[in-house]
Nanobody, 123 residues
Framework: VQLQASGGGLVQAGASLRPSCVNS????????MGWFRQAPGKEREFVAA????????NYSDSVKGRFTISRDRATKTLYLQMNSLKPEDMAVYYC?????????????????WGQGTQVTVSS
């Protein structure tokens, strides 16, 4: 497994979680990274992305101001700090590595995907 996500869980609305994703690919430090999510019965959607050096980030409108994406290039770990969680945030969260270096929004620009971590938010 090249991308290993963890840190999901069951929380109440308003709580926080911080999933992480370890990238074991040999040449992964120069790629943009992202988080996507998929709720039951819905298509996978973009959540957040970060450029290769952390200098640029992008967020979906639904999480902007509540979620923060970050990365530690030394440990090849990607994080998603999720605050003020809402029931509509409940989904399986996937980390992904982009083909390029930018904070890509389009999932077609990602070629490596983790196995996902479940986030459940109770109201």
């Amino acid at each position: 497994v090249q991308l290993q996500a963890s840190g999901g869980g069951l929380v109440q609305a308003g709580a926080s979680l911080r999933p992480s994703c370890v990238n074991s690919r040999r040449t992964s430090s120069n790629n943009g990274m992202g988080w996507f999510r998929q709720a039951p019965g819905k298509e996978r959607e973009f959540v957040a992305a970060i450029s290769w050096n952390g200098g640029f980030t992008n967020y979906s409108d639904s999480v902007k101001g509540r979620f923060t994406i970050s990365r530690d290039r030394a440990t090849k770990t990607l994080y998603l700090q999720m605050n003020s969680l809402k029931p509509e945030d409940m989904a399986v969260y996937y980390c992904a590595a982009a083909r390029g270096a930018s904070a890509a929004i389009n999932s077609n620009l990602y070629n490596y995907w983790g196995q996902g971590t479940q986030v459940t938010v109770s109201s």
